[in-house]
């Protein structure tokens, strides 16, 4: 594995009006990393995640991504080939067709020209064909992609991110509104993907057993905070159950 | 790909492709050339947009203005007021809530809805020359012509939220041992309340600008201000009373929001404080109005059916339904054959109308969004944007709040009559309602999806095509759709000043007291009318 660092995080701190959401954390992630962001509701993953994303400006700290300050990343064009991001299903535009969402991946490469003929006469239709069968979505390229269900939305969203093709993909709760059977299957297939393209992942979950399955790296977060930053197999119960634990009054 | 296939993924493409060829063959309808001009007609655009810039201010104008903005107000409140007791009587009816069986229940439903639909088929502006013609000026003729079509309107949205409210509360009810009228008072009533006031309150804005140009037949407010000062060449006071106008749409517009907004927090948070306010002061309003009207106006209902307007109304609708004529214009070949020309023209007239405003807005709608303007929607903001916003929306504003027929003879001072002064007047006043509609749509779309495509490198066109576009063109379709319904009733009033169509030979058949005329000429724009409502409604399904 290289040493190269993707993500170095230097005392992100972050208020939102009166309320604390990130306190001065620190962290870095190195390339090909698979990192799951554990913890409980409210913790601030997303907030997190979002700030890598630079959806949320920091009130302080320092990012760099790829060794380079967020702030230098001025066009969006450029930053997405670093950074690509996926939620749960709402990511989609619904009444397009599938190869459409699929390509949009593309649409920092294309040209606008290019992209309004695509909307007619799809363009590298080869490469959207070949991401829709890697995630098993063979022969559904021209439905319409609201009629499809929740997880193979989720395919969809995959595959435009391997269109897209970024060094860093970000996930927030990838698999919050679907069933275990199916969770399991998008983690699996999403994981495999990255490692395959030595791309890093960072993922925000609600299930340790997920993050235990499939990720190298677990951060843990509590109100704001660092709680612990281990490899996947020095994570112990007897640290999982103190993060999750309710302090007295909670609710 | 299937055939069916295709055309299910394209069918909104296919409709728009369609709307585009149907308006460009509109524009075949006119002879494009200088002629269209008057030969004074750019010296005096400059001098009507110079009024724009100076209006007449001074201390008559002012005292003028809100005398005849009160008139306005108060014949459109109290057009209302007899609009929401008609509508609630008839809606109610033709909801069929109160029959017992099936076939009461559907004979009702037929014949009340027969009626609203025809009272809002022919636009207030003929009800109100109807009117006149029957009874002579009178307050009422302005009150009854805005209330009966408003009526329609009002009864036929009552009784479609009638017939969609949930069964299982009604038959708890039932079951409770409520008779019809119980279900009607402790179940329809309350469940739909929020509703109906809602929609009540935007008619309302409507109704201002109704109220407004009842002024064209003869009765005072602002509409008759802006006509007298028209015909003296006086552009600075014309704009003068515009802006009178556009601040009393917005007073009420405003007002509207405030009740909606209320209804709809009251809704969420299920408290019931709020809103007395608004209650009073509408009370007072509907007081105010009809003592202004009995007292400051002198009108005396009962001299309405006095022998004399008696025998008037008599002779009228005896001449419309022919009685006096040797040879109704309805029942000669010629008449209808050159009657049916004039539909066709109205029809070309509605259409271009229809398209030039659709280009309009669709050139301005996304700066004048909120979201994008703001940058919640596509997470980048530029300094200018706010600017642009602003600009677009007032821009908005001032094109809704001028009626259709002000429009109309302001530009008949510069184009010769004929189709393009109507198609352009009904345009100025919808491009601003279709941009407002549209920019809501984008407002309430779900920000998560764009953000994404943000996200993955679009550019701000890429964007537009791929995010917003694909979301909204359902809605966008609908409301073209629903606009173009909307100018077909318009199109026989802004013709009235010139603007051609049927509306220019109804106002000579007027003139000349032509009744058979007028009966052929209605009933050609009540064919106009139907086709046109039963042409988007079936699209609008299409669509879907």
């Known amino acids: 594995m290289s040493s190269k660092i993707m993500v170095e995080a230097n005392k992100l701190t972050k208020h939102f009006e009166r309320k604390i959401a990130l306190s001065s954390l620190s962290f870095s992630i190195q390339q090909g990393e698979l990192v799951a962001l554990i913890g409980p509701s409210g913790a601030g993953k997303t907030t997190l995640l979002n700030s890598i994303a630079g959806l949320v400006p920091l009130t302080s700290g320092e990012l760099l991504i790829d060794g380079q300050p967020l702030s230098a990343y001025k066009k969006g064009k450029v930053f997405a080939k670093k950074m690509g991001v996926i939620r749960q299903q709402f990511d989609l535009i619904g009444p397009l067709a599938v190869i459409h969402n699929v390509l949009a991946g593309k649409l920092s490469d294309w040209g606008m020209i290019k992209s309004l003929i695509s909307l007619l006469i799809p363009q590298e239709k080869t490469l959207a064909i070949q991401a829709l069968e890697r995630v098993g979505l063979n022969g559904k390229a021209y439905e319409i992609t609201s009629n499809l269900s929740g997880g193979e939305q989720q395919r969809v969203a995959m595959a435009r991110l391997m269109v897209q093709n970024p060094e860093i993909i970000l996930a927030d709760e990838p698999v919050a509104s679907l069933d275990p059977a199916r969770a399991d299957d998008i983690l699996a297939m999403l994981t495999n993907i990255v490692k395959e393209k030595k791309q890093t992942l960072i993922t925000s979950l609600h299930s340790v057993d997920y993050a235990k399955k499939y990720f190298t790296r677990i951060i843990s977060m509590r109100n704001g905070e660092v709680f612990f930053d281990l490899p996947t197999e020095e994570v112990t119960d007897d640290l999982l159950a103190e993060l999750y634990h309710l302090k007295n009054g909670e609710r | ?544």
């Open chain 2, 1 to 544: 790909m299937k055939a069916g296939n295709v055309f299910r993924l394209h069918n909104r493409l296919i409709l728009s492709l369609i709307l585009i060829a149907v308006f460009v063959w509109s524009l075949f309808s006119i002879k494009w050339n200088a002629d269209l001009v008057h030969s004074g007609g750019i010296p005096t655009l400059l001098q009507i947009v110079e009024g724009l810039f100076h209006p007449d201010l001074s201390a008559d104008v002012l005292y003028l203005g809100f005398k005849s903005a009160w008139i306005t107000l108060a014949y459109a409140v109290a057009g209302m007021f007899l609009a929401i007791i008609y509508a609630l009587i008839v809606g109610t009816l033709a909801s069929g809530v109160l029959t017992s069986n099936k076939a009461t229940r559907i004979l009702s439903k037929v014949i009340f809805r027969g009626i609203l639909g025809f009272t809002r088929s022919i636009h207030e502006l003929i009800w109100a020359w109807l009117f006149v013609a029957a009874v002579g000026l009178s307050p009422y003729a302005a009150i009854f012509a805005l209330a009966i079509p408003y009526g329609g309107i009002l009864g036929r949205i009552f009784a479609d939220m009638l017939n969609d409210v949930s069964e299982e509360p009604i038959k708890a009810l039932k079951t409770a041992g409520a008779n019809k009228w119980q279900t009607l008072i402790y179940g329809y009533i309350p469940i739909i309340w929020a509703d109906m006031i809602s929609y009540t309150m935007y008619r309302f804005e409507c109704a201002i600008r109704s109220s407004a140009i009842m002024s064209f037949i003869g009765l005072g407010g602002l509409g008759y201000q802006i006509q007298l000062s028209l015909q003296d060449l006086k552009y600075d006071r014309v704009w003068a009373f515009v802006f009178f106008l556009i601040v009393l749409v917005v007073f009420v517009d405003s007002w509207s929001n405030l009740v909606r907004k209320r209804i709809t927090e009251r809704k969420k948070r299920g408290v019931m404080n709020t809103g007395w306010n608004s209650v009073i002061f509408a009370f007072f309003l509907i007081l105010a109005s009809w003592i202004y009207i009995k007292l400051g106006e002198n009108a005396q209902f009962i001299e309405l059916l006095s022998h004399k307007n008696i025998e008037a109304a008599k002779r009228f609708f005896s001449g419309l339904i022919g009685l006096q004529s040797d040879q109704p214009a309805f029942l000669d070949a010629d008449s209808w054959s050159d009657a049916l020309k004039l539909t066709l023209e109205t029809l070309e007239m509605s259409m271009m109308a229809i398209g030039f405003a659709t280009i309009a807005a669709f050139l301005t709608v996304v700066p004048a969004v909120r979201s994008i303007a703001n940058g919640t929607l596509t997470g980048s903001s530029k300094w200018y944007n706010w600017i642009l916003y602003g600009m677009v929306r007032i821009g908005y504003i001032f094109s809704r709040s001028v009626p259709e027929l002000v429009w109309a003879m302001m530009i008949i001072f510069i184009f010769k009559p004929g189709l393009l002064p109507g198609a352009i007047a009904l345009a100025l006043h919808n491009f601003g309602i279709l941009g407002k509609l549209w920019a809501e749509v984008i407002e309430d779309m779900d920000a998560r999806p764009i953000r994404n495509l943000a996200m993955a490198g679009a550019s701000q066109i890429e964007i537009f095509f791929y995010g917003i576009l694909p979301t909204v063109l359902p809605r966008f379709l609908t409301y073209i759709l629903y606009r173009w319904e909307v100018i077909m009733r318009t199109t026989i009033v802004v013709g009235f000043v010139g603007a051609g169509g049927l509306g220019m030979d109804f106002k000579l058949a007027m003139s000349f007291f032509n009744y058979t005329q007028i009966t052929l000429l209605l009933l050609c724009y009540m064919i106009l009318v139907i086709i046109a409502d039963f042409a988007s409604e079936s699209t609008r399904k299409a669509v879907k």
